[in-house]
């Protein structure tokens, strides 16, 4: 196996149910990359992240969403192409100045071959035309065009069989804008970024919730919490049905909750506690995408810190991710929100300002989030994670999220 170079992060790509239909495979070198590969040469950095993820074997395929790589015109001939899933992979196809017959040609038989075909930083001319033909996206930067110009640039795109994915939608204003437009995708963290926090009580959907997981901390008895899960049988359910999900790995199925006590005990039914309150939001009109952003963050920041902790300690790692946004989640800040609940101080320490011994695990998670990773490298050196470690728990977290049918 070649000695992975490449950090891998992800964005998410949301249709206009704000669903995930697939991520932008983000990368970031390590400090032990060859000259070559730090070359601002984009080739070069397309090479390490297809090697990255050859060496992932199909692991990396996750449900049935989309893998968006962005790949430079050099790169289009490259044999390294032919270690993706065609299927499920969409190059973005950038630096498109001139649709030569040569590059046409090939993009068609990537095309046939089953490849997505996306075109980044497109400018339409009558040289780029061609390429209109074979494309499926078309991605459009909202910050680097101005949205004052999107409208006119949609509606002249229109013509064309393609989806319009907007980028960098960062506030949820901007969201607003390209639906009403009538952008097909967006791209950006716009729905996990808290904004005017207002709420000024805990909606219903989430207060029955907080209330057990007090309970549960407060070692309440089992009659007590089976007495309030029975209030919200929806609630049961789902339970239930997380707890002998294929993500759990039980070996018998969960009967009750009764039965959950005896088989989980306190602490392990705490945790998927927490998933019901995060994923309660999609009763309350959450984006689907932030419900799965923050799940997949719980289990990534759980993996993270395996190689250095264990027992009680990965499920605090569990609840700090999960719970690092539920600010969002709750429309308040976050320091109100511990206010209505039972947490030790290491849990709160993390989620109010990354520190105590879970915080920069839970940084390492949102810097994989962001486009630039600028923090990855630093991060991973401090917590003795190389990048083959970090690729594998991101792929693992993603995967154990579909099992789950978040």
Not at 241 to 255: A, D, K, M, P, T
Request: glycine share 6%.
């Amino acid at each position: 196996m070649t000695q992975e170079h490449a950090y891998i992060g992800r964005q998410p790509i949301l249709n206009r149910q704000q669903q995930i239909i697939g991520y932008e495979l983000l990368f970031r070198l390590n400090k032990d990359a060859t000259s070559a590969e730090f070359s601002s040469d984009m080739q070069a950095g397309t090479n390490v992240l297809v090697n990255t993820i050859s060496n992932m074997g199909t692991d990396w395929l996750v449900g049935s969403k989309l893998a968006f790589i962005n790949v430079a015109e050099s790169m289009l001939e490259s044999n390294f192409l032919e270690l993706l899933h065609p299927q499920r992979v969409v190059l973005e196809v950038v630096e498109t100045t001139t649709a030569t017959p040569e590059l046409i040609g090939r993009i068609k038989e990537l095309r046939n071959q089953g490849f997505g075909i996306a075109l980044d930083d497109f400018v339409l001319t009558p040289q780029t035309l061609p390429f209109m033909e074979y494309a499926n996206y078309i991605k459009l930067d909202i910050q680097q065009l101005g949205l004052p110009q999107i409208p006119a640039l949609s509606k002249e795109l229109r013509k064309y069989p393609v989806l319009q994915v907007a980028e960098k939608v960062e506030t949820k204003d901007e969201f607003k804008q390209c639906m009403d437009i009538g952008l097909d995708c967006f791209q950006g963290y716009y729905f996990a970024h808290p904004e005017t926090l207002s709420a000024k009580v805990i909606n219903p959907s989430y207060a029955n919730i907080l209330n057990l997981l007090n309970m549960l901390r407060n070692n309440a008895e089992i009659r007590d919490i089976e007495n309030a899960l029975k209030r919200d049988v929806a609630l049961s359910f789902k339970l239930l049905r997380y707890i002998n999900s294929v993500g759990f790995g039980l070996s018998c199925e969960i009967q009750s909750f009764r039965h959950a006590v005896t088989i989980l005990g306190y602490q392990k039914l705490y945790r998927w506690l927490t998933l019901l309150l995060v994923t309660a939001g999609a009763e309350t009109g959450s984006a689907p995408a932030l419900l799965k952003t923050a799940v997949t963050r719980g289990r990534l920041v759980e993996l993270l810190g395996s190689h250095l902790l264990d027992g009680q300690d990965r499920d605090n790692l569990f609840i700090v991710g999960m719970f690092s946004l539920l600010d969002v989640l709750l429309d308040m800040p976050m320091d109100r929100v511990l206010e209505t609940l039972i947490l030790p101080e290491s849990i709160s320490d993390a989620l109010l300002s990354r520190s105590n011994i879970y915080g920069p695990f839970l940084e390492l998670a949102e810097a994989c989030e962001d486009p630039d990773m600028s923090e990855v490298p630093r991060l991973c050196d401090q917590l003795q994670i190389t990048p083959e470690m970090l690729n594998r728990a991101h792929v693992q977290a993603l995967a154990w999220v579909e099992e789950l049918g978040v």
